[in-house]
């Protein structure tokens, strides 16, 4: 299957699957950040949208371990950046219809939670076919050492994802399974 066929088919799934009732268990993130030795308290992740898995209550839990919390907003070119945002803190809509910080601070995390559409077993990903994942990744490589974590839900799993150069692996891919 290409790419556009993955997404189609998951998509699909995702839209009609009872996913309200599927989390991530925060012991195995908690897990990978011992494991890595990550020192750091910057932690980006996301706002869920379009059936995405729902990182809010991890949000929450690295919030009350004094993590600072950042979350993505749009740019021009498929670029994006990360700004900080608590919980406390208002949020604005995008054009895509995503909640984004109002936030004028730049955060670049040392932990990111990506969403996704699918993955394989090898951390690759598909996500909505913007690059803005992949485009930010790569820039904030060169700059410092950061821990990608991918969150999905286990039918989001793909036996293969076509790959192209342009297309950034994760570190760790985590889902409802894992624990």
């Known amino acids: 299957m ?15 699957s009872n996913t309200q009732k599927i ?6 993130l908690w897990k990978i950040i011992k494991k890595e030795k990550i020192k750091g308290k910057f932690l980006g992740g996301y706002y869920p949208y379009n059936y995405e898995l729902n990182d809010l209550e991890i949000l929450k839990k690295f919030e009350e371990k004094k993590f600072n919390i950042s979350l993505p907003k749009i740019k021009a070119h498929s670029n ?11 949020l604005v809509t995008n054009i895509f219809g995503i909640p984004e910080p109002i936030s004028k601070q730049i955060i670049y995390p040392d932990i990111i939670l990506v969403p996704m559409v699918a993955f394989d077993q090898n951390f690759n990903r598909i996500g ?5 994942y992949d485009r930010y990744l790569k820039k904030i490589k060169k700059k410092k050492r950061i821990v990608s974590i991918g969150l999905a839900y286990s039918f989001q799993k793909v036996k293969k994802i076509p790959v192209n150069k342009y297309d950034i692996k994760l570190d ?4 409802e399974k894992d624990s």
């Not at 989390?23 to 195995?28: G, K, L, W």
């Not at 994006?80 to 208002?90: A, G, I, L, Q, Y």
């Not at 760790?172 to 889902?175: A, E, L």
């Open 2 to 16: 290409n790419k556009f066929e993955i997404r189609k088919k998951i998509f699909n799934i995702r839209k009609f």
């Open 128 to 132: 909505y076919g913007g690059g803005f």
């Open 172 to 175: 760790y891919v985590i889902t």
């Open 23 to 28: 989390h991530i268990n925060f012991s195995s």
């Open 80 to 90: 994006m950046n990360f700004f900080k945002w608590s919980f406390s803190e208002p």
